[in-house]
Structure formats: structure tokens, C-alpha cells
């Protein structure tokens, strides 16, 4: 999650909604990513969309089934669609997303059972550092 976390700092630096995101395979770092929507002008440019493009680039998709995805905030409709189509068994988040959070906040799309590929959600993991670097951005941006 340190290694999500730094990627979140690196997109906060960039004027980017610090969320960052890393793709783990058999203890491996194979996909990083962090948000660059503000400065791509494109809207899917996510954290996890970023890291899983990296991730198949380096090993292929078909090495993700085995994979684990840390990112620093609950991901949202887009990216939880992602990972399950890149067949990632699990991921794991900092911090919740009240607004737009597709795991367990304001939709559970991974507990849904009538889709494929199940996908295990363990969530609080580093909560506060990621939630605090998230609020320190938006103060910021209020100021």
C-alpha cells in the first residue's frame, strides 16, 4: 500500500486527485498508476485503469488472474468494471468513497453474483494517510 501511496503523492504534485494505485503479482510490483484525467483531458485515465494497462503491458493479461491491485481510495463503477474484466481476483483500498465508491460505499458491484469473476474487496487499509492526503488536496484546492 506504501508504494499505492506514493503513487497518490505523485498525482497530488501533478494538480491530480491523489489516488494511486499498484498491481502485485507473486510479490512483484507489475503495474503502477495514478490519476492524470486533469492533465490528459481524458476521463478514464483512473488510478487502477492506469496500473492495469501497465500491468497487461509488462506480463499480459492473462498473468492477472493471480494478481492483487492496492489502491489508495474504494474504487468506482468504472474501475471495479476494470478489474473484473482484467480478471483480477483482489483488491485492496485505503480509504472509503461515499460518493462514487463502487465496493462496499455506495454500490457492492464485487458481491454481485450474477457477474463473472468474483473479486475479493478488503478495504481500510492505510485509511487515514489516504484520506488525509485526499482532504489536504481538496482544502487546497478551496483555498
Not at 31 to 40: C, E, I, Y
Not at 107 to 122: M, Y
Request: glycine residues 8%; proline residues 6%; aromatic residues 4%.
Amino acid at each position: 500500500m506504501q508504494e499505492a501511496i506514493a503513487e497518490a503523492q505523485a498525482a497530488f504534485d501533478e494538480g491530480e486527485v491523489p489516488v494511486g494505485a499498484v498491481v502485485v503479482l507473486d510479490g512483484d510490483i507489475v503495474g503502477r498508476g495514478h490519476n492524470r484525467s486533469v492533465k490528459s483531458g481524458q476521463p478514464f485515465e483512473h488510478a487502477e485503469v492506469m496500473a492495469l494497462w501497465d500491468a497487461v503491458a509488462r506480463v499480459g493479461a492473462h498473468a492477472l488472474n493471480e494478481a492483487v491491485l492496492y489502491v489508495t481510495v474504494e474504487p468506482c463503477v468504472m474501475c471495479i468494471g476494470a478489474v473484473m474484466l482484467a480478471r483480477v481476483p483482489r483488491v485492496v483500498y485505503g480509504a472509503r468513497e461515499p460518493r462514487t465508491g463502487a465496493c462496499e460505499s455506495v454500490l457492492a458491484i464485487p458481491n454481485e453474483p450474477r457477474l463473472p469473476n468474483p473479486v475479493a474487496v478488503l478495504g481500510g487499509i492505510e485509511a487515514e494517510t489516504c484520506r488525509e492526503l485526499m482532504q489536504r488536496f481538496f482544502a487546497a484546492r478551496r483555498d
